[in-house]
């Protein structure tokens, strides 16, 4: 007789440790309570994004995320921290810290003291979540309010820096994708309401994990509704909740085992099929699984009335080569006008790698011509490209759609890992800095100015933000209480609680607005 063993658990997955809050930390910050002046009372620090290093298509950094950290960090990783006992959490963390620390155990006295205070005593002050923030302008301002924890900012900085950098750093590249395709719609006359799904989100199954993929994509679907990263519809409803609208969305579509589970000889069989199980709407079909361009010139034609006779579209994907020529083909023959993208060339006798997957698409389904004389493949077919797409290929792409006399909304783009994950904190050179303290009652400016990294030079006392003479975010350094009071970084979590959360569609009316007076400041 066989018996099945039951499945083992490894640990409870469903809340954190006690002590998960406390563990959150690079290990050097479990010491640096004990050699900050006897006497400090309060400390300061700010989240900045210094400078575009890494993503030098970047204008200016989208302040993103600070919300989604505090509830996740601050309120849930903590909540198990206080729920137990004062010697539960205490024996747990000098467990745990004699043996990372052997000797030098710095004791529990401070963990006992928090859990007695019970809550996290701190004021978390920041910019409105989408603003535009120049490089150099700090986005986020952190004290604690009790003197008895002058350690709690610095020692949250680690959980705050790999929280925060990633959704912050993909809504900035979201943006930039946005720009561009506003641009080149806005030159060859393409459908602006096509943009919200013309950079789609398919960067899933690169990231680091599900959280990362969540908080990435999020910062995607600011400027986006497209998308196939589930998790990020439960991120946003979980740490950015309310009247959210429309959040994202996707199309029914295929994948390689789907198209090649019938072999070569059954694509067609194939092609069929998913036209039968979605006789309307949209429906993508990846097609080079053998022979992508055999697909537009043999089987697609097969199909040619079943398409235009259907009430949708379908959407055809290559998914390998050079997206630039894959889209548009190999043949680059002109002088910088769309009527000579051929010249001394006979289109007849081009090869289909050639024309490209938009020539061909055209050949068998037609076009319209929109009112700035650029050609819109009949509205039944559609064409997506989701592989190693770039923001220098996206560029490419659309530069010879509009040679060839195409609109740039012919063509989504999907936006992969290699886009939205990777990236490191450098990519926006974001880093967390003290810059001012109190120490027995007296104020004490703090900057760091090393003489081999004038990049790192740090921001020096409180801080604020106001709008320039030319309308752009500046940075008050050594600010007065006066200037505090008009800062446009206020508070927004105190003490535990939340001060005027902010729901999704709060986050993005920001962006627009910002984008929009970015622009204008531009067209000035």
């Given at each position: 007789?066989?018996?099945?063993?039951?499945?083992?658990?490894?640990?409870?997955?469903?809340?954190?440790?006690?002590?998960?809050?406390?563990?959150?930390?690079?290990?050097?910050?479990?010491?640096?309570?004990?050699?900050?002046?006897?006497?400090?009372?309060?400390?300061?620090?700010?989240?900045?994004?210094?400078?575009?290093?890494?993503?030098?298509?970047?204008?200016?950094?989208?302040?993103f995320g600070l919300q989604a950290f505090l509830q996740n960090y601050l309120i849930e990783t903590w909540a198990p921290f206080f729920a137990a006992t004062e010697d539960e959490v205490a024996d747990e963390f000098e467990?745990?810290?004699?043996?990372?620390?052997?000797?030098?155990?710095?004791?529990?006295?401070?963990?006992?003291?928090?859990?007695?205070?019970?809550?996290?005593?701190?004021?978390?002050?920041?910019?409105?979540?989408?603003?535009?923030?120049?490089?150099?302008?700090?986005?986020?301002?952190?004290?604690?309010?009790?003197?008895?924890?002058?350690?709690?900012?610095?020692?949250?900085?680690?959980?705050?820096?790999?929280?925060?950098?990633?959704?912050?750093?993909?809504?900035?590249?979201?943006?930039?994708?946005?720009?561009?395709?506003?641009?080149?719609?806005?030159?060859?006359?393409?459908?602006?309401?096509?943009?919200?799904?013309?950079?789609?989100?398919?960067?899933?199954?690169?990231?680091?994990?599900?959280?990362?993929?969540?908080?990435?994509?999020?910062?995607?679907?600011?400027?986006?509704?497209?998308?196939?990263?589930?998790?990020?519809?439960?991120?946003?409803?979980?740490?950015?909740?309310?009247?959210?609208?429309?959040?994202?969305?996707?199309?029914?579509?295929?994948?390689?085992?789907?198209?090649?589970?019938?072999?070569?000889?059954?694509?067609?069989?194939?092609?069929?099929?998913?036209l039968d199980a979605f006789p309307t709407g949209i429906v993508s079909a990846v097609a080079d699984g053998y022979d992508f361009f055999g697909v537009l010139t043999n089987i697609l034609p097969q199909l040619k009335d079943?398409?235009?006779?259907?009430?949708?579209?379908?959407?055809?994907?290559?998914?390998?080569?050079?997206?630039?020529?894959?889209?548009?083909?190999?043949?680059?023959?002109?002088?910088?006008?769309?009527?000579?993208?051929?010249?001394?060339?006979?289109?007849?006798?081009?090869?289909?790698?050639?024309?490209?997957?938009?020539?061909?698409?055209?050949?068998?389904?037609?076009?319209?011509?929109?009112?700035?004389?650029?050609?819109?493949?009949?509205?039944?077919?559609?064409?997506?490209?989701?592989?190693?797409?770039?923001?220098?290929?996206?560029?490419?792409?659309?530069?010879?759609?509009?040679?060839?006399?195409?609109?740039?909304?012919?063509?989504?783009?999907?936006?992969?890992?290699?886009?939205?994950?990777?990236?490191?904190?450098?990519?926006?050179?974001?880093?967390?800095?003290?810059?001012?303290?109190?120490?027995?009652?007296?104020?004490?400016?703090?900057?760091?100015?090393?003489?081999?990294?004038?990049?790192?030079?740090?921001?020096?006392?409180?801080?604020?933000?106001?709008?320039?003479?030319?309308?752009?975010?500046?940075?008050?350094?050594?600010?007065?209480?006066?200037?505090?009071?008009?800062?446009?970084?206020?508070?927004?979590?105190?003490?535990?609680?939340?001060?005027n959360p902010v729901s999704f569609a709060d986050v993005r009316n920001t962006l627009r607005d910002q984008r929009a007076a970015r622009a204008d400041r531009t067209d000035r």
């Amino acid at each position: 007789m066989t018996t099945t063993a039951a499945p083992t658990r490894l640990g409870t997955p469903t809340a954190p440790t006690k002590i998960a809050g406390l563990l959150a930390v690079d290990g050097y910050k479990q010491s640096h309570r004990t050699v900050y002046p006897k006497g400090t009372e309060q400390i300061l620090i700010n989240w900045t994004n210094r400078s575009n290093k890494l993503l030098p298509e970047a204008s200016h950094a989208v302040h993103f995320g600070l919300q989604a950290f505090l509830q996740n960090y601050l309120i849930e990783t903590w909540a198990p921290f206080f729920a137990a006992t004062e010697d539960e959490v205490a024996d747990e963390f000098e467990r745990v810290l004699l043996s990372y620390f052997g000797p030098n155990n710095i004791g529990s006295d401070h963990v006992r003291a928090l859990h007695r205070l019970g809550y996290l005593p701190l004021l978390v002050k920041g910019v409105p979540e989408g603003t535009l923030v120049p490089f150099g302008v700090p986005t986020i301002l952190i004290e604690n309010t009790h003197p008895d924890f002058f350690w709690l900012p610095n020692y949250i900085e680690t959980a705050l820096s790999a929280s925060i950098w990633h959704p912050s750093t993909s809504a900035t590249i979201a943006t930039i994708y946005r720009d561009l395709m506003e641009g080149w719609a806005e030159k060859t006359g393409g459908d602006t309401a096509a943009i919200d799904f013309q950079a789609h989100d398919f960067s899933m199954r690169g990231q680091t994990s599900l959280e990362s993929s969540a908080a990435s994509g999020a910062g995607h679907l600011l400027s986006f509704l497209g998308t196939d990263t589930m998790p990020t519809l439960d991120f946003i409803d979980r740490y950015y909740p309310g009247e959210n609208g429309w959040v994202g969305a996707s199309v029914p579509a295929t994948e390689h085992s789907v198209m090649c589970i019938r072999g070569e000889q059954g694509e067609l069989e194939t092609f069929n099929a998913v036209l039968d199980a979605f006789p309307t709407g949209i429906v993508s079909a990846v097609a080079d699984g053998y022979d992508f361009f055999g697909v537009l010139t043999n089987i697609l034609p097969q199909l040619k009335d079943r398409i235009l006779d259907r009430d949708g579209k379908l959407v055809i994907r290559p998914d390998s080569g050079d997206p630039v020529d894959i889209i548009t083909g190999t043949i680059r023959v002109n002088d910088g006008t769309r009527d000579s993208y051929y010249r001394g060339k006979d289109e007849g006798t081009l090869a289909p790698e050639e024309l490209g997957a938009i020539e061909l698409l055209d050949q068998v389904f037609g076009h319209t011509v929109n009112d700035k004389g650029y050609k819109v493949l009949n509205e039944h077919i559609g064409l997506i490209y989701g592989d190693s797409i770039t923001l220098d290929r996206a560029q490419r792409i659309f530069e010879r759609l509009a040679e060839k006399g195409w609109a740039s909304t012919n063509v989504v783009l999907g936006i992969g890992s290699f886009t939205y994950q990777y990236r490191t904190r450098d990519s926006l050179a974001s880093a967390v800095k003290a810059t001012w303290a109190q120490v027995d009652g007296q104020p004490v400016d703090i900057q760091k100015d090393p003489k081999t990294g004038a990049s790192k030079k740090s921001a020096k006392g409180r801080l604020a933000v106001v709008t320039g003479a030319d309308g752009e975010l500046e940075l008050i350094q050594q600010a007065s209480p006066a200037d505090e009071e008009r800062s446009l970084i206020q508070p927004v979590w105190k003490d535990g609680e939340f001060i005027n959360p902010v729901s999704f569609a709060d986050v993005r009316n920001t962006l627009r607005d910002q984008r929009a007076a970015r622009a204008d400041r531009t067209d000035r």
